[in-house]
């Protein structure tokens, strides 16, 4: 993975004015998650960034752990845009099945590398606008090539933890997650925008689960609007 550089500009929600926000105790729970998750890092395996954006488009509906496993034999297999395009899609099928939606996913990952191969190169574009004309690329995934790779998001990445969370915290009332990420790239410092998410989903991992909050051994518990 190429060293993350830092942004040229401060990107703040592309000059919106700064909204109230919703919890008070924001900077209390930033100071907390920076404290507690300071060694927080996507847990994808990754070379490079078309790898991150491979793992990325399997990792929908999706372990980090199985989608790591699925790419330990895949990344050796296929180094290139065109590996993907070489081998017929019901090849690119089996190698992914494990991940679930297979079919869609290696539809999404032919399209993705095909439109690599004609208009950049066979390189991963750095920018939303061409990473979303990718196959199934949405911003989620692109914010997260964009972030890890270059350390110039566009904006937080928002998955299933960060959606979770970000509401218990009272820090979004909405339910997209394209509306969710317009709330907290308000709020959030855009320096922190990539290590927010994960703060998050490490967090999400590790004591607020979705099925069973550890609110006792939480240490956002003082600043939780919907603690248990
Ligand atoms: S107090 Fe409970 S609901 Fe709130 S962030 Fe912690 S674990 Fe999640």
């Given at each position: 993975m190429a060293s993350p550089r830092?942004?040229?500009?401060?990107?703040?929600?592309?000059?919106?004015?700064?909204?109230?926000?919703?919890?008070?105790?924001?900077?209390?729970?930033?100071?907390?998650?920076?404290?507690?998750y300071a060694e927080a890092h996507c847990e994808l395996n990754h070379r490079n960034a078309f790898e991150l954006l491979i793992a990325t488009i399997l990792s929908a509906q999706c372990t980090d752990v199985r989608v790591n496993l699925v790419t330990a034999d895949l990344f050796q297999k296929y180094r290139r845009p065109e590996d993907y395009l070489a081998v017929a899609q019901e090849e690119l099928e089996e190698d992914i099945r494990s991940t679930g939606f297979y079919r869609n996913k290696a539809k999404n990952i032919r399209r993705a590398c095909q439109t690599l191969v004609e208009d950049h190169g066979g390189e991963v574009p750095r920018t939303m606008t061409a990473l979303r004309k990718l196959g199934g690329v949405g911003r989620k995934t692109a914010n997260v090539v964009l972030g890890n790779i270059w350390n110039e998001p566009d904006?937080?990445?928002?998955?299933?933890?960060?959606?979770?969370?970000?509401?218990?915290?009272?820090?979004?009332?909405?339910?997209?997650?394209?509306?969710?990420?317009?709330?907290?790239?308000?709020?959030?410092?855009?320096?922190?925008?990539?290590?927010?998410?994960?703060?998050?989903?490490?967090?999400?991992r590790r004591v607020c689960k979705a099925r069973n909050p550890d609110c006792e051994g939480c240490n956002l518990y003082p600043y939780c609007p919907t603690r248990a």
């Open positions: 830092k942004k040229a500009a401060a990107p703040r929600s592309r000059g919106a004015p700064r909204r109230r926000v919703p919890n008070p105790a924001l900077p209390q729970i930033l100071d907390v998650l920076r404290r507690d904006g937080v990445v928002v998955d299933t933890h960060v959606t979770r969370i970000s509401r218990k915290l009272g820090l979004t009332n909405e339910e997209s997650a394209e509306k969710i990420e317009t709330d907290l790239n308000r709020i959030i410092d855009p320096e922190d925008w990539v290590m927010f998410s994960h703060w998050l989903i490490w967090h999400g």
